[in-house]
């Protein structure tokens, strides 16, 4: 197993990004399968919140950012399997496992910016941010 540290946590509401503020946390890749427990130490008032997922057996797409603030996003499908509530903060243990794009990800993306007649410096700009963006809708082929 390896052990990260967590920079970023977004939950993933309608293909747009709800950013949890984090206080701490670490991502610990199981090395099977994909699969990933994700810990984050976050402040109280989001209890509800989580309270309604662990209440829950839905994935949830959840974005995050490892290790270093430059680094891209990677995204999960999770289930939060527990919530520690502490005097200020709680912590939420997820389950994750990891998404990965399949292989036609950055033609179709390239194919869909065009068809929004998208150019130039335009269409590099967009691509640029949306290939970045792990907020589309999963696929489950493996690159």
Do not use: C
Request: proline fraction near 5%.
């Amino acid at each position: 197993m390896k052990t990260f540290k967590l920079v970023s946590l977004a939950l993933i509401e309608e293909n747009k990004n709800r950013p949890i503020p984090l206080i701490d946390g670490l991502i610990i890749n199981k090395e099977l399968d994909e699969q990933w427990l994700v810990e984050a130490y976050v402040p109280k008032d989001n209890l509800v919140l989580f309270e309604n997922l662990v209440n829950s057996e839905e994935l949830i797409p959840i974005q995050t950012i490892i290790s270093k603030p430059t680094n891209d996003p990677a995204t999960f499908h999770a289930r939060v399997k527990h919530i520690s509530v502490m005097e200020e903060h709680i912590s939420v243990l997820f389950d994750a496992q990891l998404f990965r794009r399949n292989n036609s990800f950055h033609v179709d993306l390239l194919s869909s910016l065009v068809g929004e007649g998208l150019a130039g410096d335009e269409l590099l700009s967009q691509f640029i941010t949306r290939s970045k963006d792990d907020t589309t809708k999963p696929q489950t082929a493996k690159s």
